[in-house]
């Protein structure tokens, strides 16, 4: 290859390289394209819903298909309509999150468990209820269960984009080299540039490293720690391990959730990240609301949760853990319906905006008619109220978003 040739590759190599630097996205022909590539690993993951391996330590059995994180019979089906709940979706061909309507046999269902484990949680699922602190360990252990086997495949599922990334991205690339060289010229010298592979480490996989990084380390310091803490209570028929705070609601929340979130405590000078297993279980006439986290966080727990006291407390901090928290919960229909249309848009883009977390509080009145009702009775008894009360009061009114009010 002559020198003059030699200069017009490496040319054409480093205009390819400028261009893309200067505009990432000029590798993409098409938005469909582009789409993939940005939103693909927030996409429901489809291999995650396949048979596996017990979850359960030491179980070498195939997993049943569907494992339900929450009661089918008990808090899904209290809040169905029609045998169908709605829940958060991310629709990669928009790229936008979007409410989704499940039936209750697929709503919150993993391959968890073989079904010698799925008979350990038989006894409360046949009582439709939570009678003892055992009930209340197993139920935070499948929550548990269900975030480690979806984090653990959607790192697997993250570091297979990156592969496909580089292989789409080198394609380009070269596809762009070829074009400022010249095809003909390509054709005339047999050029063979079509397998050149870049080492630089663009946006997009700097931050899809980092993603699985923290996904990492929230496996590690988080999730597979609290997974041993529970057996270890269960295992004692004490809680020794895990800390947890639970209130029982005296009306049906018409939500039913099961996952995490994490708050931030300021300690000293710096704030420190407490990650928490969440739970909210509506029944007949009755809510269960569980938090939880390792035992050396109990101070910060117990911080946490002096602030809801007051009934419309409860029912902002369980708006708060949907929409900052867990996006693994399910509503009935209708009171998602009633919300405003401007306002379900606001709440569905809120879910994906993650510098918020649970200590946040959100804006939006997401269950109007049920905090009506603590309206209406504070109302009644407002000479008794105190300051403190009124200005939540006053607040708690600002929030409301049914349809038929003005956004």
């Not at 030491?58 to 298909?65: A, F, H, W, Y």
């Not at 063979?192 to 490293?209: M, T």
């Not at 008619?369 to 309206?375: Q, V």
Request: some cysteine.
């Amino acid at each position: 290859m002559d020198k003059e040739l030699l200069k017009r590759i490496e040319d054409a190599i480093d205009k390819a390289m400028y261009d893309f630097k200067a505009n990432e996205n000029s590798i993409f022909d098409n938005e469909k394209e582009k789409l993939i590539f940005k939103y693909k690993s927030l996409a429901p993951l489809k291999r995650w819903k396949k048979k596996q391996t017990c979850i359960v330590r030491n179980c070498k059995n195939k997993s049943i298909e569907r494992s339900h994180t929450i009661q089918k019979s008990g808090s899904i089906k209290n809040i169905a309509e029609d045998g169908h709940v709605l829940t958060p979706r991310f629709n990669i061909d928009i790229g936008e999150m979007e409410m989704f309507s499940i039936g209750i046999n697929e709503a919150s269902t993993f391959p968890g468990y073989c079904s010698e484990h799925e008979r350990i949680f038989k006894d409360f699922e046949n009582i439709k209820d939570f009678q003892t602190g055992e009930h209340i360990g197993l139920q935070l252990y499948r929550t548990v269960c269900r975030e480690i086997v979806i984090t653990e495949n959607h790192i697997k599922t993250t570091n297979q984009l990156v592969k496909d990334y580089k292989i789409f991205r080198d394609k380009k690339i070269n596809e762009s080299i070829a074009d400022n060289v010249g095809i003909e010229t390509i054709k005339s010298e047999k050029i063979n540039i079509k397998n050149l592979k870049f080492s630089n480490k663009d946006r997009r996989l700097q931050l899809a490293e980092n993603n699985i990084k923290e996904e990492k380390k929230y496996l590690d310091e988080f999730l597979y720690k609290f997974h041993d803490a529970i057996l270890n209570d269960l295992s004692k028929k004490k809680f020794q391990k895990i800390a947890y705070k639970s209130i029982i609601y005296d009306r049906e929340i018409p939500v039913a959730l099961a996952g995490c979130g994490n708050f931030r405590i300021k300690l000293k000078s710096k704030f420190k990240n407490i990650e928490v297993i969440l739970n909210v279980l509506p029944l007949e006439n009755k809510t269960y609301i569980f938090i939880a986290t390792l035992k050396k966080f109990t101070k910060e727990l117990d911080s946490y949760m002096s602030q809801f006291i007051n009934p419309l407390e409860v029912v902002s901090m369980i708006e708060n853990w949907m929409i900052h928290g867990s996006d693994h919960w399910f509503i009935k229909p209708s009171v998602w319906n009633k919300i405003d249309e401007n306002k379900r848009q606001e709440i569905l883009e809120t879910i994906l905006d993650y510098s918020y977390n649970i200590g946040n509080e959100f804006t939006i009145s997401i269950f109007n008619e049920l905090k009506m009702e603590s309206i209406k009775l504070m109302e009644g008894n407002y000479d008794q109220l105190n300051n403190m009360l009124i200005d939540l009061l006053n607040k708690e009114k600002q929030k409301l978003t049914f349809a038929n009010m003005r956004s």
